[in-house]
Protein backbone atom coordinates (compact mmCIF):
# COMPACT_ATOMS: atom_id res chain seq x y z
CA UNK A 1 0.00 0.00 0.00
CA UNK A 2 1.54 3.30 -0.75
CA UNK A 3 -0.63 5.10 2.37
CA UNK A 4 2.34 2.86 4.60
CA UNK A 5 4.45 5.64 5.33
CA UNK A 6 3.45 6.10 9.21
CA UNK A 7 6.29 6.98 11.65
CA UNK A 8 6.03 4.36 14.45
CA UNK A 9 4.62 1.45 11.67
CA UNK A 10 6.20 -1.43 13.53
CA UNK A 11 4.32 -0.57 17.18
CA UNK A 12 1.07 -2.14 16.75
CA UNK A 13 -2.27 -0.20 16.67
CA UNK A 14 -3.74 -2.27 19.42
CA UNK A 15 -2.07 -5.11 21.45
CA UNK A 16 -4.22 -7.58 23.89
CA UNK A 17 -2.01 -10.11 25.54
CA UNK A 18 -3.50 -12.64 27.79
CA UNK A 19 -6.82 -10.74 28.33
CA UNK A 20 -9.23 -12.59 30.70
CA UNK A 21 -13.28 -11.44 31.66
CA UNK A 22 -15.37 -12.86 33.64
CA UNK A 23 -19.30 -12.26 34.17
CA UNK A 24 -19.58 -13.45 37.54
CA UNK A 25 -18.68 -17.28 37.14
CA UNK A 26 -18.89 -17.20 33.14
CA UNK A 27 -16.06 -17.19 31.69
CA UNK A 28 -16.54 -14.51 28.48
CA UNK A 29 -13.16 -13.82 27.22
CA UNK A 30 -10.13 -17.00 27.94
CA UNK A 31 -5.91 -15.81 27.11
CA UNK A 32 -7.03 -13.54 23.84
CA UNK A 33 -3.93 -12.49 22.24
CA UNK A 34 -4.27 -10.00 19.04
CA UNK A 35 -2.16 -7.83 17.58
CA UNK A 36 -3.44 -5.44 15.29
CA UNK A 37 -1.09 -3.14 12.99
CA UNK A 38 -1.89 0.15 12.13
CA UNK A 39 -4.44 0.61 9.13
CA UNK A 40 -5.29 -3.22 9.51
CA UNK A 41 -8.91 -4.32 8.48
CA UNK A 42 -10.19 -6.92 10.91
CA UNK A 43 -13.58 -8.86 10.80
CA UNK A 44 -14.46 -10.84 13.76
CA UNK A 45 -17.57 -12.81 13.31
CA UNK A 46 -18.55 -16.00 15.55
CA UNK A 47 -21.21 -17.51 16.92
CA UNK A 48 -23.28 -14.91 19.71
CA UNK A 49 -22.52 -15.50 22.93
CA UNK A 50 -18.71 -16.51 21.61
CA UNK A 51 -17.27 -12.91 23.35
CA UNK A 52 -16.84 -10.94 20.35
CA UNK A 53 -18.68 -8.06 21.43
CA UNK A 54 -17.63 -8.09 24.68
CA UNK A 55 -13.81 -8.22 23.26
CA UNK A 56 -14.13 -5.22 20.83
CA UNK A 57 -15.72 -3.25 23.80
CA UNK A 58 -12.60 -3.81 25.78
CA UNK A 59 -11.01 -1.61 23.51
CA UNK A 60 -12.80 1.25 24.42
CA UNK A 61 -13.27 -0.14 28.85
CA UNK A 62 -16.51 0.35 27.89
CA UNK A 63 -16.29 -3.45 29.53
CA UNK A 64 -13.44 -3.74 31.64
CA UNK A 65 -11.01 -6.78 31.18
CA UNK A 66 -9.81 -8.54 34.52
CA UNK A 67 -6.60 -10.28 34.01
CA UNK A 68 -4.05 -9.37 30.53
CA UNK A 69 -3.10 -6.21 28.82
CA UNK A 70 -4.69 -3.91 26.62
CA UNK A 71 -2.90 -0.72 24.75
CA UNK A 72 -3.97 1.43 22.10
CA UNK A 73 -1.63 3.31 19.88
CA UNK A 74 0.95 2.69 23.57
CA UNK A 75 -1.25 3.48 25.77
CA UNK A 76 -2.51 0.83 28.11
CA UNK A 77 -5.64 0.71 29.68
CA UNK A 78 -5.71 0.44 33.22
CA UNK A 79 -8.43 2.13 36.03
CA UNK A 80 -6.71 5.85 34.82
CA UNK A 81 -9.48 7.57 33.98
CA UNK A 82 -7.17 9.95 32.04
CA UNK A 83 -5.90 6.97 29.91
CA UNK A 84 -9.63 5.73 29.13
CA UNK A 85 -10.20 9.18 28.30
CA UNK A 86 -6.96 9.07 26.36
CA UNK A 87 -8.19 6.40 24.48
CA UNK A 88 -10.99 6.93 23.58
CA UNK A 89 -10.22 10.27 22.21
CA UNK A 90 -8.88 8.37 19.34
CA UNK A 91 -11.09 5.11 18.79
CA UNK A 92 -14.56 5.91 17.50
CA UNK A 93 -17.38 3.18 18.06
CA UNK A 94 -20.38 2.00 15.68
CA UNK A 95 -23.31 0.33 17.91
CA UNK A 96 -25.82 -2.04 17.00
CA UNK A 97 -28.81 -0.05 17.74
CA UNK A 98 -26.67 3.24 16.48
CA UNK A 99 -27.03 4.92 20.24
CA UNK A 100 -28.15 8.41 18.71
CA UNK A 101 -28.88 11.26 20.95
CA UNK A 102 -31.88 11.58 19.83
CA UNK A 103 -32.56 15.24 21.67
CA UNK A 104 -30.49 16.36 19.61
CA UNK A 105 -30.22 17.37 15.50
CA UNK A 106 -27.88 14.94 13.37
CA UNK A 107 -25.36 18.32 13.29
CA UNK A 108 -25.65 18.45 16.62
CA UNK A 109 -25.06 14.63 16.95
CA UNK A 110 -22.06 14.90 14.85
CA UNK A 111 -20.22 18.44 16.48
CA UNK A 112 -20.73 17.25 20.32
CA UNK A 113 -17.34 15.21 20.49
CA UNK A 114 -15.13 17.36 18.27
CA UNK A 115 -16.87 21.02 20.58
CA UNK A 116 -16.77 19.56 23.86
CA UNK A 117 -14.14 16.65 24.07
CA UNK A 118 -11.69 18.17 20.84
CA UNK A 119 -12.43 22.29 21.84
CA UNK A 120 -13.13 22.63 18.76
CA UNK A 121 -14.41 25.84 17.22
CA UNK A 122 -18.13 25.56 16.59
CA UNK A 123 -17.77 26.41 12.63
CA UNK A 124 -14.82 24.26 12.23
CA UNK A 125 -16.88 21.22 13.79
CA UNK A 126 -19.65 22.44 11.76
CA UNK A 127 -18.22 22.65 8.46
CA UNK A 128 -15.97 18.73 9.26
CA UNK A 129 -19.53 17.73 10.08
CA UNK A 130 -21.01 18.59 6.85
CA UNK A 131 -18.05 17.12 4.88
CA UNK A 132 -18.38 13.62 6.84
CA UNK A 133 -22.27 13.51 6.28
CA UNK A 134 -21.57 14.02 2.63
CA UNK A 135 -19.03 11.39 2.69
CA UNK A 136 -22.32 8.84 4.33
CA UNK A 137 -24.41 10.85 1.60
CA UNK A 138 -26.92 12.49 3.45
CA UNK A 139 -26.09 16.05 4.00
CA UNK A 140 -29.52 17.01 3.46
CA UNK A 141 -30.70 15.49 6.73
CA UNK A 142 -28.66 17.53 9.13
CA UNK A 143 -31.07 19.50 10.66
CA UNK A 144 -33.28 17.12 11.16
CA UNK A 145 -33.67 14.53 14.92
CA UNK A 146 -32.68 11.11 14.71
CA UNK A 147 -36.25 10.10 15.46
CA UNK A 148 -36.84 11.49 12.28
CA UNK A 149 -34.86 9.42 9.82
CA UNK A 150 -34.85 5.70 8.66
CA UNK A 151 -32.58 2.74 10.16
CA UNK A 152 -29.80 2.94 7.82
CA UNK A 153 -29.31 6.53 7.78
CA UNK A 154 -29.00 6.38 11.61
CA UNK A 155 -26.85 4.20 11.20
CA UNK A 156 -24.72 6.25 8.64
CA UNK A 157 -25.09 9.34 10.43
CA UNK A 158 -23.31 7.22 13.65
CA UNK A 159 -21.12 6.30 11.27
CA UNK A 160 -20.03 10.02 10.69
CA UNK A 161 -20.29 10.97 14.21
CA UNK A 162 -17.68 8.52 15.31
CA UNK A 163 -15.52 10.09 12.03
CA UNK A 164 -15.86 13.31 13.50
CA UNK A 165 -13.04 12.65 16.29
CA UNK A 166 -10.85 12.03 13.40
CA UNK A 167 -9.86 8.47 14.88
CA UNK A 168 -7.08 6.70 14.37
CA UNK A 169 -9.28 3.42 15.15
CA UNK A 170 -12.95 2.30 13.97
CA UNK A 171 -15.28 -0.01 16.20
CA UNK A 172 -18.02 -1.73 14.42
CA UNK A 173 -20.30 -3.65 16.68
CA UNK A 174 -22.94 -5.63 14.14
CA UNK A 175 -23.56 -2.58 12.48
CA UNK A 176 -25.92 -4.32 10.30
CA UNK A 177 -27.40 -6.49 12.81
CA UNK A 178 -30.29 -4.77 13.71
CA UNK A 179 -31.75 -2.78 10.00
CA UNK A 180 -34.18 -3.80 7.84
CA UNK A 181 -32.54 -5.99 4.82
CA UNK A 182 -32.92 -3.62 2.22
CA UNK A 183 -30.89 -0.76 4.24
CA UNK A 184 -27.84 -3.30 5.12
CA UNK A 185 -26.38 -2.45 1.70
CA UNK A 186 -25.89 1.53 2.30
CA UNK A 187 -24.56 0.86 5.30
CA UNK A 188 -22.09 -1.56 4.11
CA UNK A 189 -21.40 0.56 0.92
CA UNK A 190 -20.47 3.54 3.05
CA UNK A 191 -17.87 1.41 5.32
CA UNK A 192 -16.28 -0.14 2.44
CA UNK A 193 -16.02 3.38 0.89
CA UNK A 194 -14.31 4.54 4.16
CA UNK A 195 -11.91 1.60 3.59
CA UNK A 196 -10.99 2.60 0.51
CA UNK A 197 -10.49 6.32 1.48
CA UNK A 198 -8.90 6.26 4.57
CA UNK A 199 -5.99 4.56 6.18
CA UNK A 200 -8.26 3.97 9.78
CA UNK A 201 -7.35 0.79 11.78
CA UNK A 202 -10.96 -0.72 11.44
CA UNK A 203 -12.27 -3.90 13.47
CA UNK A 204 -15.34 -5.24 12.61
CA UNK A 205 -17.71 -7.78 14.41
CA UNK A 206 -20.20 -8.73 11.64
CA UNK A 207 -21.72 -11.88 10.18
CA UNK A 208 -21.49 -9.86 6.21
CA UNK A 209 -19.19 -12.49 4.83
CA UNK A 210 -19.38 -10.56 1.28
CA UNK A 211 -17.65 -7.40 3.32
CA UNK A 212 -15.20 -9.64 5.02
CA UNK A 213 -14.05 -10.78 1.22
CA UNK A 214 -14.09 -7.68 -0.16
CA UNK A 215 -12.81 -5.06 2.80
CA UNK A 216 -10.70 -7.56 5.17
CA UNK A 217 -7.36 -7.98 5.48
CA UNK A 218 -7.64 -10.53 8.12
CA UNK A 219 -10.77 -12.48 9.41
CA UNK A 220 -11.01 -13.67 12.74
CA UNK A 221 -13.58 -16.45 13.95
CA UNK A 222 -14.19 -16.76 17.71
CA UNK A 223 -15.77 -19.14 20.09
CA UNK A 224 -16.69 -19.35 23.79
CA UNK A 225 -14.42 -16.80 24.62
CA UNK A 226 -11.58 -17.47 22.45
CA UNK A 227 -9.91 -16.61 18.77
CA UNK A 228 -10.02 -20.36 17.23
CA UNK A 229 -8.79 -19.30 13.92
CA UNK A 230 -7.63 -16.66 11.93
CA UNK A 231 -6.46 -16.01 8.34
CA UNK A 232 -6.95 -14.07 5.01
CA UNK A 233 -10.42 -13.59 3.65
CA UNK A 234 -9.36 -16.00 1.28
CA UNK A 235 -8.04 -18.54 3.54
CA UNK A 236 -10.41 -18.56 5.62
CA UNK A 237 -13.36 -18.67 3.91
CA UNK A 238 -11.86 -21.37 1.20
CA UNK A 239 -9.86 -23.72 3.68
CA UNK A 240 -11.17 -23.08 7.45
CA UNK A 241 -9.27 -25.37 9.60
CA UNK A 242 -10.83 -26.24 12.54
CA UNK A 243 -14.19 -28.00 12.76
CA UNK A 244 -16.13 -25.18 14.84
CA UNK A 245 -14.95 -23.07 11.93
CA UNK A 246 -16.24 -25.43 8.94
CA UNK A 247 -19.92 -25.78 11.47
CA UNK A 248 -20.09 -21.84 11.81
CA UNK A 249 -19.23 -20.91 8.03
CA UNK A 250 -21.78 -24.10 6.87
CA UNK A 251 -24.85 -22.78 8.67
CA UNK A 252 -24.05 -18.84 7.89
CA UNK A 253 -23.11 -19.61 4.22
CA UNK A 254 -25.70 -22.17 4.03
CA UNK A 255 -28.55 -20.05 2.76
CA UNK B 1 -52.18 -4.66 -15.82
CA UNK B 2 -52.80 -1.41 -15.37
CA UNK B 3 -54.07 0.67 -12.25
CA UNK B 4 -57.90 1.65 -12.71
CA UNK B 5 -58.85 1.03 -9.19
CA UNK B 6 -61.73 3.77 -8.59
CA UNK B 7 -60.29 6.06 -6.39
CA UNK B 8 -62.22 5.98 -2.83
CA UNK B 9 -62.49 9.39 -1.61
CA UNK B 10 -62.25 9.71 2.09
CA UNK B 11 -65.26 9.13 4.18
CA UNK B 12 -67.00 12.26 5.13
CA UNK B 13 -66.60 13.18 8.48
CA UNK B 14 -70.54 12.90 9.93
CA UNK B 15 -71.02 15.80 12.26
CA UNK B 16 -74.01 17.48 14.02
CA UNK B 17 -75.50 18.06 17.52
CA UNK B 18 -77.54 15.50 17.50
CA UNK B 19 -74.53 12.45 16.42
CA UNK B 20 -72.24 14.38 18.95
CA UNK B 21 -74.42 13.67 21.13
CA UNK B 22 -75.14 10.38 21.21
CA UNK B 23 -71.21 9.59 20.05
CA UNK B 24 -69.75 11.58 23.45
CA UNK B 25 -72.63 11.14 25.56
CA UNK B 26 -75.00 8.32 24.93
CA UNK B 27 -72.88 5.69 23.81
CA UNK B 28 -74.25 2.94 25.30
CA UNK B 29 -76.22 2.16 28.74
CA UNK B 30 -73.67 3.23 30.74
CA UNK B 31 -72.39 5.81 29.71
CA UNK B 32 -76.01 7.20 29.08
CA UNK B 33 -76.53 6.88 32.88
CA UNK B 34 -73.09 8.23 33.93
CA UNK B 35 -74.55 11.57 32.07
CA UNK B 36 -77.84 11.65 33.52
CA UNK B 37 -75.61 11.48 37.21
CA UNK B 38 -73.33 14.39 36.21
CA UNK B 39 -76.61 16.23 34.46
CA UNK B 40 -78.71 15.67 37.58
CA UNK B 41 -75.40 16.61 40.19
CA UNK B 42 -74.86 19.88 38.36
CA UNK B 43 -78.67 21.02 38.06
CA UNK B 44 -78.33 20.78 42.45
CA UNK B 45 -75.40 21.75 42.97
CA UNK B 46 -74.34 24.34 40.62
CA UNK B 47 -77.08 27.38 41.38
CA UNK B 48 -76.61 26.73 45.38
CA UNK B 49 -73.01 27.22 44.89
CA UNK B 50 -73.69 30.33 42.76
CA UNK B 51 -76.26 31.90 45.40
CA UNK B 52 -73.43 31.07 47.81
CA UNK B 53 -70.84 32.74 45.95
CA UNK B 54 -72.35 36.27 44.25
CA UNK B 55 -75.99 36.42 44.24
CA UNK B 56 -76.80 36.03 48.00
CA UNK B 57 -73.76 37.10 48.93
CA UNK B 58 -72.81 40.29 50.71
CA UNK B 59 -70.15 42.75 50.04
CA UNK B 60 -70.43 45.89 52.80
CA UNK B 61 -70.50 45.09 56.08
CA UNK B 62 -69.33 46.16 59.08
CA UNK B 63 -69.31 42.82 61.04
CA UNK B 64 -69.97 39.02 60.32
CA UNK B 65 -73.51 39.62 62.10
CA UNK B 66 -74.56 42.31 59.95
CA UNK B 67 -73.43 39.65 56.99
CA UNK B 68 -75.56 37.05 58.39
CA UNK B 69 -78.59 39.40 58.58
CA UNK B 70 -78.43 41.01 54.87
CA UNK B 71 -77.79 37.56 52.92
CA UNK B 72 -77.59 33.91 53.68
CA UNK B 73 -74.53 33.62 51.26
CA UNK B 74 -71.02 34.58 51.32
CA UNK B 75 -69.25 38.01 53.22
CA UNK B 76 -67.15 39.06 50.79
CA UNK B 77 -67.15 41.90 53.08
CA UNK B 78 -64.94 39.94 55.66
CA UNK B 79 -62.46 39.73 52.59
CA UNK B 80 -62.63 43.59 52.16
CA UNK B 81 -61.69 44.23 55.33
CA UNK B 82 -59.29 41.29 56.45
CA UNK B 83 -57.70 40.98 52.77
CA UNK B 84 -54.56 42.74 53.68
CA UNK B 85 -53.82 40.88 56.83
CA UNK B 86 -54.16 37.45 54.86
CA UNK B 87 -51.94 38.92 52.21
CA UNK B 88 -49.43 40.09 54.23
CA UNK B 89 -49.91 38.71 57.47
CA UNK B 90 -48.27 40.91 60.68
CA UNK B 91 -46.81 43.01 58.19
CA UNK B 92 -46.57 46.70 59.60
CA UNK B 93 -49.79 48.58 58.07
CA UNK B 94 -48.35 51.37 55.93
CA UNK B 95 -45.53 49.59 55.21
CA UNK B 96 -47.17 46.81 53.21
CA UNK B 97 -46.38 48.40 49.87
CA UNK B 98 -43.18 46.59 50.38
CA UNK B 99 -44.40 42.78 50.22
CA UNK B 100 -46.90 43.69 48.02
CA UNK B 101 -43.87 45.16 45.81
CA UNK B 102 -42.20 41.79 46.47
CA UNK B 103 -45.26 39.74 45.36
CA UNK B 104 -45.25 41.23 41.86
CA UNK B 105 -41.45 41.47 41.10
CA UNK B 106 -41.38 37.30 42.08
CA UNK B 107 -44.22 36.70 39.77
CA UNK B 108 -42.62 38.89 37.45
CA UNK B 109 -39.48 36.62 37.00
CA UNK B 110 -41.49 33.72 37.20
CA UNK B 111 -43.14 34.98 34.18
CA UNK B 112 -39.65 35.98 32.59
CA UNK B 113 -38.25 32.67 33.47
CA UNK B 114 -41.05 31.07 31.40
CA UNK B 115 -40.74 32.78 28.00
CA UNK B 116 -37.73 30.51 26.25
CA UNK B 117 -36.14 33.81 24.60
CA UNK B 118 -35.20 34.61 28.66
CA UNK B 119 -33.01 31.31 28.75
CA UNK B 120 -29.61 32.80 28.61
CA UNK B 121 -26.71 32.86 30.86
CA UNK B 122 -28.50 36.53 32.22
CA UNK B 123 -31.70 34.80 33.76
CA UNK B 124 -29.34 32.97 36.79
CA UNK B 125 -27.53 36.59 37.59
CA UNK B 126 -31.24 38.32 37.56
CA UNK B 127 -32.72 35.79 39.48
CA UNK B 128 -29.84 36.59 42.52
CA UNK B 129 -30.76 40.38 41.54
CA UNK B 130 -34.14 40.05 42.29
CA UNK B 131 -33.73 37.89 45.69
CA UNK B 132 -31.39 40.92 46.82
CA UNK B 133 -34.13 43.49 46.37
CA UNK B 134 -36.60 41.25 47.75
CA UNK B 135 -34.33 41.30 50.74
CA UNK B 136 -33.89 44.53 50.42
CA UNK B 137 -37.79 45.25 50.31
CA UNK B 138 -38.51 42.78 53.11
CA UNK B 139 -35.64 43.45 55.91
CA UNK B 140 -35.77 46.97 55.03
CA UNK B 141 -32.92 48.92 57.46
CA UNK B 142 -31.46 50.55 54.18
CA UNK B 143 -32.29 53.58 51.63
CA UNK B 144 -34.59 54.86 54.04
CA UNK B 145 -36.93 51.90 54.77
CA UNK B 146 -37.39 51.23 58.00
CA UNK B 147 -36.58 47.51 59.40
CA UNK B 148 -38.85 44.93 59.66
CA UNK B 149 -37.64 41.58 61.34
CA UNK B 150 -38.69 38.53 59.54
CA UNK B 151 -40.90 37.17 62.78
CA UNK B 152 -43.09 39.88 61.35
CA UNK B 153 -43.13 38.72 57.77
CA UNK B 154 -46.38 36.72 56.68
CA UNK B 155 -49.21 36.07 54.24
CA UNK B 156 -47.95 35.71 50.50
CA UNK B 157 -44.88 37.00 49.97
CA UNK B 158 -43.48 34.42 52.90
CA UNK B 159 -45.30 31.45 50.92
CA UNK B 160 -43.92 32.99 47.75
CA UNK B 161 -39.90 33.31 49.25
CA UNK B 162 -40.07 30.31 51.13
CA UNK B 163 -41.58 28.10 47.96
CA UNK B 164 -39.26 29.82 45.64
CA UNK B 165 -36.19 29.53 47.42
CA UNK B 166 -37.07 26.14 48.42
CA UNK B 167 -37.77 24.88 44.76
CA UNK B 168 -34.29 26.95 43.61
CA UNK B 169 -32.03 25.15 46.05
CA UNK B 170 -33.75 21.77 46.19
CA UNK B 171 -33.99 21.26 42.30
CA UNK B 172 -30.13 20.89 41.58
CA UNK B 173 -29.47 19.82 45.30
CA UNK B 174 -32.16 16.53 44.13
CA UNK B 175 -30.44 16.19 40.60
CA UNK B 176 -27.32 15.86 42.57
CA UNK B 177 -28.56 12.92 44.64
CA UNK B 178 -30.08 11.73 42.53
CA UNK B 179 -27.06 11.01 40.03
CA UNK B 180 -25.08 10.33 43.56
CA UNK B 181 -27.78 7.43 44.19
CA UNK B 182 -26.51 5.94 40.95
CA UNK B 183 -23.15 6.70 41.27
CA UNK B 184 -19.95 4.27 40.80
CA UNK B 185 -18.60 4.94 43.76
CA UNK B 186 -19.78 3.39 47.18
CA UNK B 187 -19.52 5.89 49.50
CA UNK B 188 -21.37 8.51 47.60
CA UNK B 189 -24.02 6.41 46.60
CA UNK B 190 -24.44 5.00 50.07
CA UNK B 191 -24.52 8.71 51.38
CA UNK B 192 -26.85 9.49 49.03
CA UNK B 193 -29.24 6.51 49.65
CA UNK B 194 -29.55 7.03 52.66
CA UNK B 195 -29.99 11.32 52.71
CA UNK B 196 -32.93 10.13 50.48
CA UNK B 197 -34.51 7.28 52.73
CA UNK B 198 -34.56 9.14 56.25
CA UNK B 199 -35.95 11.98 54.51
CA UNK B 200 -38.55 10.43 52.35
CA UNK B 201 -39.13 8.54 55.75
CA UNK B 202 -40.75 10.51 57.88
CA UNK B 203 -43.60 13.27 57.52
CA UNK B 204 -42.78 16.82 56.23
CA UNK B 205 -44.21 18.18 59.73
CA UNK B 206 -41.42 16.36 61.67
CA UNK B 207 -38.66 17.65 59.69
CA UNK B 208 -39.90 21.09 60.39
CA UNK B 209 -40.34 20.31 63.92
CA UNK B 210 -36.88 18.25 64.20
CA UNK B 211 -35.91 21.62 62.53
CA UNK B 212 -37.38 24.35 64.61
CA UNK B 213 -37.20 22.31 67.78
CA UNK B 214 -33.75 20.09 67.29
CA UNK B 215 -31.32 21.69 65.14
CA UNK B 216 -31.13 24.43 68.10
CA UNK B 217 -29.65 21.62 70.75
CA UNK B 218 -27.19 20.19 67.83
CA UNK B 219 -25.74 23.62 67.56
CA UNK B 220 -23.56 25.16 69.45
CA UNK B 221 -23.74 27.30 72.39
CA UNK B 222 -25.24 30.88 71.44
CA UNK B 223 -25.35 30.10 68.30
CA UNK B 224 -28.85 30.82 66.73
CA UNK B 225 -30.08 30.36 63.56
CA UNK B 226 -33.55 32.36 62.84
CA UNK B 227 -36.89 30.62 62.59
CA UNK B 228 -37.60 31.38 59.15
CA UNK B 229 -33.93 30.24 58.08
CA UNK B 230 -34.40 26.49 59.67
CA UNK B 231 -38.81 26.03 58.06
CA UNK B 232 -36.88 27.18 54.84
CA UNK B 233 -33.79 24.76 55.60
CA UNK B 234 -36.51 22.01 56.02
CA UNK B 235 -38.40 22.46 53.02
CA UNK B 236 -35.13 22.21 50.98
CA UNK B 237 -34.41 18.97 52.65
CA UNK B 238 -37.47 17.67 52.10
CA UNK B 239 -38.03 18.78 48.39
CA UNK B 240 -34.33 17.57 47.66
CA UNK B 241 -35.15 13.89 48.50
CA UNK B 242 -38.77 13.90 46.61
CA UNK B 243 -37.37 15.76 43.89
CA UNK B 244 -34.21 13.18 43.81
CA UNK B 245 -36.41 10.30 43.41
CA UNK B 246 -38.53 11.81 40.43
CA UNK B 247 -35.10 12.75 38.33
CA UNK B 248 -33.54 8.94 39.29
CA UNK B 249 -36.61 7.39 37.70
CA UNK B 250 -35.76 9.26 34.12
CA UNK B 251 -32.01 8.55 34.65
CA UNK B 252 -32.95 4.82 34.70
CA UNK B 253 -35.96 4.78 32.22
CA UNK B 254 -32.55 5.98 29.37
CA UNK B 255 -31.12 2.70 27.72
CA UNK B 256 -27.77 1.47 28.55
CA UNK B 257 -26.94 2.86 24.94
CA UNK B 258 -27.19 6.35 25.53
CA UNK B 259 -24.64 6.17 28.32
CA UNK B 260 -21.87 3.96 26.07
CA UNK B 261 -22.27 6.34 22.93
CA UNK B 262 -21.25 9.50 25.60
CA UNK B 263 -18.49 7.63 26.82
CA UNK B 264 -17.46 6.13 23.79
CA UNK B 265 -17.60 9.92 21.96
CA UNK B 266 -15.01 10.44 25.28
CA UNK B 267 -16.81 13.04 27.27
CA UNK B 268 -16.16 13.43 30.41
CA UNK B 269 -18.52 12.17 33.34
CA UNK B 270 -20.16 15.51 33.82
CA UNK B 271 -20.01 16.49 29.80
CA UNK B 272 -22.26 13.35 29.34
CA UNK B 273 -24.62 14.65 32.15
CA UNK B 274 -24.93 17.53 31.34
CA UNK B 275 -25.15 17.32 27.63
CA UNK B 276 -26.75 13.26 27.25
CA UNK B 277 -27.98 12.06 30.09
CA UNK B 278 -30.08 14.81 32.45
CA UNK B 279 -31.37 16.85 29.17
CA UNK B 280 -33.79 13.64 28.02
CA UNK B 281 -34.28 12.41 31.71
CA UNK B 282 -35.57 15.85 32.77
CA UNK B 283 -37.63 15.84 29.59
CA UNK B 284 -38.92 12.40 30.53
CA UNK B 285 -39.69 13.63 33.93
CA UNK B 286 -41.80 16.46 33.49
CA UNK B 287 -44.54 15.79 34.78
CA UNK B 288 -43.71 14.32 37.91
CA UNK B 289 -41.35 16.93 38.63
CA UNK B 290 -44.39 19.34 38.08
CA UNK B 291 -46.36 17.52 40.49
CA UNK B 292 -43.40 17.50 43.46
CA UNK B 293 -43.15 21.23 42.14
CA UNK B 294 -46.93 21.58 42.84
CA UNK B 295 -46.90 19.77 46.25
CA UNK B 296 -44.17 21.54 47.30
CA UNK B 297 -45.73 24.71 46.95
CA UNK B 298 -48.75 23.70 48.86
CA UNK B 299 -46.47 22.57 51.37
CA UNK B 300 -45.04 25.34 52.67
CA UNK B 301 -48.70 26.18 54.41
CA UNK B 302 -47.32 23.51 57.24
CA UNK B 303 -44.79 26.01 58.48
CA UNK B 304 -47.96 27.08 60.53
CA UNK B 305 -46.44 24.34 62.91
CA UNK B 306 -43.70 26.34 64.27
CA UNK B 307 -44.99 29.41 63.98
CA UNK B 308 -44.46 31.31 60.88
CA UNK B 309 -47.47 33.27 59.83
CA UNK B 310 -47.55 32.52 55.99
CA UNK B 311 -50.59 32.59 53.76
CA UNK B 312 -52.60 29.85 55.30
CA UNK B 313 -52.07 30.83 58.83
CA UNK B 314 -52.72 34.53 57.92
CA UNK B 315 -55.99 33.29 56.52
CA UNK B 316 -56.60 31.69 60.25
CA UNK B 317 -55.40 34.60 61.69
CA UNK B 318 -57.61 37.24 59.90
CA UNK B 319 -60.97 35.36 61.78
CA UNK B 320 -60.21 35.37 65.12
CA UNK B 321 -61.38 39.04 65.28
CA UNK B 322 -64.30 38.59 67.50
CA UNK B 323 -66.17 41.24 65.13
CA UNK B 324 -65.26 38.46 62.18
CA UNK B 325 -65.83 35.09 64.22
CA UNK B 326 -67.61 32.98 61.77
CA UNK B 327 -66.10 33.32 58.18
CA UNK B 328 -63.53 30.93 58.23
CA UNK B 329 -65.20 29.34 55.18
CA UNK B 330 -64.41 32.99 53.08
CA UNK B 331 -61.43 33.11 54.62
CA UNK B 332 -60.02 29.50 53.34
CA UNK B 333 -61.96 29.63 49.62
CA UNK B 334 -59.78 33.06 48.99
CA UNK B 335 -56.78 31.11 49.61
CA UNK B 336 -57.69 28.01 48.15
CA UNK B 337 -58.34 30.56 44.81
CA UNK B 338 -54.78 31.94 45.53
CA UNK B 339 -53.09 28.69 45.69
CA UNK B 340 -55.07 27.45 42.95
CA UNK B 341 -53.88 30.11 40.94
CA UNK B 342 -50.06 29.32 41.08
CA UNK B 343 -50.41 25.67 40.99
CA UNK B 344 -52.99 25.58 37.89
CA UNK B 345 -50.55 28.06 36.07
CA UNK B 346 -47.77 26.14 36.79
CA UNK B 347 -49.51 22.63 35.18
CA UNK B 348 -50.29 24.73 32.16
CA UNK B 349 -46.75 25.86 31.82
CA UNK B 350 -46.00 21.85 31.85
CA UNK B 351 -48.25 20.89 29.34
CA UNK B 352 -47.01 23.56 27.05
CA UNK B 353 -43.75 22.35 27.63
CA UNK B 354 -44.02 18.60 27.11
CA UNK B 355 -45.98 19.78 24.02
CA UNK B 356 -43.51 21.94 22.57
CA UNK B 357 -40.76 19.26 23.31
CA UNK B 358 -42.58 16.45 21.47
CA UNK B 359 -43.24 18.73 18.33
CA UNK B 360 -39.67 19.83 18.29
CA UNK B 361 -38.17 16.04 18.26
CA UNK B 362 -41.21 14.68 16.04
CA UNK B 363 -41.68 11.93 18.66
Known sequence: ?255 | MSDTAIPTAMPKPIAGPVIWLRANLFANPLNAIMTVLVVWFLVMSLPALLDWLLLDAVFQADSVRECRAAGSGACWAFIGEKHRLILFGLYPYEEQWRPLLVVLLLIAMAGVSCLRRFWTKWLAPMWIATLVVVGILMWGGVLGLSYVENARWGGLPLTMILAFVAIAVAFPLGVLLALGRRSNLPAIRAICTIYIELVRGVPAVSLLFMASVMLPLLLPEGMNIDKLLRAQIALIVYASAYLAEVVRGGLQSLSKGQYEAADALGLTYWQKQRLIILPQALRITIPPLVNTLITVFKDTSLVVIIGLYDLMNAAKASFVDPAWRGSSIEAYVFVSLIYFAFCFFMSKYSQSIEKRLAQSQNR
Open chain 1, 1 to 255: MATAVQQPSDEPMILLEKVNKWYGDFHVLTDIDLSVKRGERIVICGPSGSGKSTMIRCINRLEEHQAGRIVVDGVELTNDVRKVEAVRRDVGMVFQHFNLFPHLTVLQNLTLAPIWVRKTPKAEAEATAMKYLERVRIPEQAHKYPGQLSGGQQQRVAIARALCINPKVMLFDEPTSALDPEMVAEVLDVMIKLADESNVTMICVTHEMGFARSVADRVIFMDRGQIVEQNTPEEFFSHPQNERTKLFLSQILAH
